[in-house]
Structures are given as structure tokens and as C-alpha cells.
């Protein structure tokens, strides 16, 4: 008989927790190219993503596969080194698998942060805007089918998907280092073409600042377990007719490498004073 999703998360816990002390308080996902900050970490243990049950295996360049646990000052810290996309072929639950096991390990925050293409002319490649809000456009929600109770309710609130608390907190982090990022709505589309022209207009029309390919599923399954989101886009290039030149991953893969260091700085400041600015505002019984 096939295992539950919430057994194949539990699954996946137990050999983590046998191999690591360590509890960890914040959720760290790294987009593409955006590895950086996992070098940071102190105390650290590293797993592949083919070692842990049920993980799927990484097929897109800039994106290692690897968990590494560790700290970040007092930090306990878990941090996925590369994400399952959608258009890999994955299902859903397969994509936002690593993210429920995060929560499960006791994560009540995650930052997740994103390669995306600039729609709003004030953003230009090597940008860092904080998501504000998301469209999904992906053509499929990650709750859809049955609820697990243990993970949170059938119907999650998605008001305020991205903490005003972590904004307010990363905003105040940025201008201590003298950066002023931009905040804004992200699309998520399904790809992986890139956007249209047409498409991008169309984007900017439904109020869209940046678009990508990822983000909104683990944001939204977050939720759904009563984690704070925050969620942190590298503008990697400008979208499609917005630019001069066709789009290709290796320029997104080197833009991102350029803001990685920036990138890495701003979450090493930050995710330490993550827990301790008072009480979480994530709502619901809390990952189990």
C-alpha cells in the first residue's frame, strides 16, 4: 500500500532527526544560482536530496540538491539548496514535498527566495524586491485533492501570504546595509518557456512586477501548515519585450550569480533577528 503524504513526510523526518541535532526554527528555499548563504551556516550537516526518502531528484542547472542544516548566529537553520519545479514534470505535492518537511521538522518561518524576470520598469537585473503579494497563474493549487488535517485546514487564509512582521524586519536589515529593495507582486507562471511579450503586457495589466516559475507553491503550502512567509526575488533579467536580446537560463544563472553575495548578506543579517522580534504571526495549529 503506498504511503500518505503525511507518512512519507514523517518518513523523511525521521532519518533527518537521526542524523541531526538540530531543530530548525527558520526555513531557507534558494533559487536558482542563489547558493550563497548555506556557507554561512556553522554546525552544518549536509544531505543530498537523493539520500532522504521521497525527496525527488534536481534537474535544472544552478540547483544542487542538497539540505544543509546548521545556525546562523543562535539561529537553527534548515536550508533547501535548490527546488522541484513544476514544469520538471513533477506533480505539486512533489514540488512543495521538501517544504512540508521543513515545516514538519519544526520550521515556523520560511524565506523563500527566487530568480524572476523585471515587468515594473523601476526594477533592472540585479534587483532585490520583497513580495508583497503573488498571482498564481499557474493553472493548478498545491492543496487541491485531499486535505490532511495534520497539515492545516481545507481552506487557508491567503490574505497576507508574505508577513508584513518579515517585511517590515528585512526592510529595516536593508537600509542598515544602505540597500533600499523594491516591493511588488510576483506571477507565477507554469513554464518553462519564457513569457510571451504579449503575455508580459498582459502581466503588467493584472498588476505584476516580477514573474517566475516557483515561489507561489511553496508559499501557499507554508501557509496552509501556519508558517510566516517572507519571499525575496533576484530580478534576473527584464521579461520578454521589455528586453533586447531572447531570454536564456545561462543569463539568469549570471545575474543571479552577481546578487548572490548581496543576497547572502542581507539573509545572513536577518534571518537571526527573525525570532527575535517578538511572536510569530503564523496562524493555525503549526506544522506537525
Do not use: K
Amino acid at each position: 500500500m503506498t504511503p500518505s503524504l503525511y507518512e512519507r513526510v514523517q518518513e523523511a523526518v525521521r532519518f533527518i532527526r537521526a542524523r541531526s541535532a538540530i531543530s530548525p526554527e527558520v526555513g531557507l528555499v534558494l533559487g536558482s544560482g542563489l547558493g550563497a548563504v548555506a556557507e554561512r551556516l556553522t554546525d552544518v550537516l549536509v544531505l543530498d536530496y537523493g539520500d532522504i526518502p521521497h525527496f525527488p531528484p534536481v534537474t535544472v542547472a544552478g540547483h544542487p540538491g542538497r539540505l544543509w542544516l546548521g545556525r546562523l548566529g543562535a539561529t537553527a537553520v534548515a536550508v533547501l539548496q535548490g527546488r522541484f519545479h513544476y514544469y520538471e514534470g513533477y506533480s505539486m505535492e512533489e514540488v512543495t514535498f521538501p517544504v512540508r518537511v521543513l515545516g514538519a521538522l519544526g520550521a515556523r518561518e520560511l524565506i523563500v527566495t527566487n530568480a524572476a524576470g523585471g515587468i515594473n520598469l523601476r526594477l533592472r537585473p540585479g534587483s532585490l524586491m520583497l513580495i508583497a503579494d503573488h498571482l498564481n497563474l499557474m493553472g493548478v493549487n498545491p492543496l487541491r485533492g485531499p486535505n490532511e488535517e495534520r497539515f492545516g485546514p481545507r481552506f487557508p487564509d491567503m490574505t497576507a501570504v508574505y508577513s508584513p512582521r518579515l517585511r517590515a524586519l528585512a526592510r529595516e536589515v536593508a537600509r542598515e546595509m544602505g540597500l533600499t529593495p523594491e516591493e511588488g507582486v510576483y506571477a507565477a507562471v507554469s513554464g518553462p518557456s519564457y513569457e510571451t511579450p504579449a503575455e508580459v503586457r498582459m502581466l503588467r495589466q493584472l498588476g505584476a512586477d516580477a514573474v517566475g516559475m516557483s515561489t507561489v507553491p511553496e508559499a501557499i503550502v507554508a501557509r496552509h501548515m501556519g508558517m510566516e512567509v517572507l519571499g525575496i526575488s533576484v530580478i534576473a533579467n527584464m521579461a520578454a519585450g521589455i528586453a533586447d536580446r531572447p531570454l536564456r537560463h545561462e543569463d539568469v544563472l549570471e545575474a543571479a550569480a552577481r546578487a548572490a553575495e548581496l543576497l547572502a548578506e542581507w539573509l545572513a543579517r536577518l534571518i537571526p533577528r527573525v525570532r527575535a522580534h517578538g511572536i510569530s504571526e503564523s496562524s493555525g495549529e503549526g506544522p506537525v
